[in-house]
Every structure is written in C-alpha cells, then in structure tokens.
C-alpha cells in the first residue's frame, strides 16, 4: 500500500446574506481545493499554494481551523493508496476564480446548497465543521464587540 499526503483549504467568501462556499469539478465531482505536498513542504504551505495554483485566488488562512481527513482508493493496476489530507479555512476577498487545467468549472454556494451538491461524505462532514468553525468566529467576534 501506498501513502500519499495532501492538504487543501475550505475557500468562503463572506456575505451579507452568510457565508458563500468554493467547490471545484473534478470530471463532474465537487469538492474543495486540495493536493499532494512537494518535498519539505509543510501542510499550510501546500495548502495555500495548492489553492491559489487552483483557484487563483488571493486568500487569508485563518488561524484555529485544521481538519485531517483520511481514505483509500485504488489507482490503475490494483495498487492500494491510503490518502491523508489536510484542510485549513481561508477567506476570499474576490469571487473571480480562475480554475487551473485539472478542473472543469466551479460554484460559489451558500451552506445548504454547497452541503447538498457537494460530493463526498468526507466533504460534506469537513464543510459543517467549517461552517460551525466559522459561526463561533463569528459569535465570538460579536461577543468581544461588547
């Protein structure tokens, strides 16, 4: 079995009407911005470059948010790979992606519709922790405004 390491980034952009949530197609799958780390590269380096390689985006990471999530899949020749990532949250400040070769298209969506076109049980899960990440974020915010 082989063992790979990527990290990637749950990309918002902060509403008026609530939070908006970056997806990439992947060949008609939606998911969030990811990939394989480079040699010595930490796991916020990668994540930042991988995101800003495949959105162009210019992103804050913020601070607090880190989420590993971990499966197998089989590449061409049976070969087993265990598969590790790891997320961060980043803020966009521009809606204006601009999606790199590997991906067919994107969607900004608000939480509900991003939880129900998203592809993966694994992203689903990692978008309610960044969801609620977020909302504390932001209930703390108002909390120290007083």
């Given amino acids: 079995m082989i063992e790979e390491r990527s990290a990637g980034a749950v990309v ?3 509403k008026p009407d609530g939070q908006q949530y970056l997806l990439l197609d992947n060949g008609g799958r939606l998911d969030f911005p990811k990939g394989q780390l480079e040699n010595g590269e930490t796991e916020l380096d990668a994540a930042k470059r991988e995101t800003k390689e495949e959105t162009g985006l210019d992103t804050v990471f ?3 948010f880190l989420e590993n999530v971990s499966y197998f899949y089989s590449k061409p020749g049976g070969i ?3 598969k590790m990532v790891t997320f961060f949250i980043a803020e ?3 809606a204006e992606v601009k999606i ?3 991906h067919q298209g994107f969607v900004w969506l ?3 519709e991003a939880l129900r076109r998203a592809s993966y049980t694994t992203t689903r ?3 309610v922790r960044a969801d609620d990440f977020l909302r504390q974020k932001m209930l703390q915010k108002s909390l120290d405004a007083y």
């Fill in 110 to 112: 608000p939480f509900k």
């Fill in 80 to 82: 087993r790979v265990h």
């Fill in 125 to 127: 899960a990692l978008l």
């Fill in 12 to 14: 918002f952009l902060h």
């Fill in 100 to 102: 790199s070769k590997e």
């Fill in 62 to 64: 913020i601070d607090g």
């Fill in 92 to 94: 966009s400040k521009s």
